[in-house]
């Protein structure tokens, strides 16, 4: 079953680009083409689509120009016990750090 049928049998809600390929967006065009695609495929089929392993603003700057609408990565926080977040009518009430 390809991604397509998957995807409309409920099978396949979101994409996740691993951070293998983000680590070296930078000075990696073949990095830079596979997140360009995968990123066209989830546009297409209408999936939410996630960089994981954002950790420098110039990975962040790159994927917001590429279109990418959720990333998630040290460059936001450091993963934390989940003890320390609060949750309430706005969401996490602990600071997201990196971000300018």
């Known amino acids: 079953m390809g991604l397509r049928e998957r995807h409309d049998h409920g ?3 979101k ?3 691993d951070k293998q390929f ?3 967006i930078s ?9 360009s695609s995968i990123l066209a495929i989830g546009r297409d ?3 939410a689509t996630t960089a994981e392993g954002v950790e420098t603003r110039e990975q962040f700057e790159i994927l917001r ?13 450091k993963p934390v016990p989940a003890s320390e ?16």
């Open 11 to 13: 099978q396949c809600d």
């Open 15 to 17: 994409i996740k680009i």
């Open 22 to 24: 983000i680590r070296n």
């Open 27 to 35: 000075n990696r065009t073949g990095h830079a083409a596979v997140i």
């Open 45 to 47: 089929l209408d999936i």
């Open 65 to 77: 120009a590429s279109g990418i609408a959720m990333v998630q990565g040290d460059y936001f926080g």
């Open 85 to 100: 977040l609060v949750f309430g009518d706005a969401g996490a009430k602990r600071k997201i750090s990196g971000v300018r």
